[in-house]
Nanobody
């Protein structure tokens, strides 16, 4: 499985961005796809995840109500719509795939990672 994240950029606070994660290879319905982010000097943190087959969704509290995760199975693509962006959302955003069942909210739950895309939110 290979993952390619894109869509990052620089926006002002309150703005929006849509990230995409294009997958190649075999994605099974039981896989869980997730978004993580890592700010300078901080640990990589969970943002959101979606099950590839059933669409079960879970968000980190910090983004709930502002970010929306979705997918298009036919296009092998996952998205992260980010609205009402804040300066504290500034980070490199990574997409990832988990191949084992579980809560899939920890970095160690994921087996495949994309290269990351930079999101910068200015105040």
């Amino acid at each position: 499985v290979q993952l390619q994240a894109s869509g990052g950029g620089a926006v002002q606070a309150g703005g929006s961005l849509r990230l995409s994660c294009a997958a190649s290879g075999r994605i099974f319905s039981y896989y869980i796809m997730g978004w993580f982010r890592q700010a300078p000097g901080k640990e990589r943190e969970f943002v959101a995840r979606i099950s590839w087959g059933g669409g079960s969704i879970y968000y980190a509290d910090s983004v709930k109500g502002r970010f929306t995760i979705s997918k298009e199975n036919a296009k092998m693509t996952m998205y992260l719509q980010m609205n009402s962006l804040k300066p504290e959302d500034t980070a490199v955003y990574y997409c990832a795939a988990a191949t084992a069942p579980g809560t899939a909210v920890a970095r160690g739950d994921y087996d495949y990672w994309g290269q990351g895309t930079q999101v910068t939110v200015s105040s």
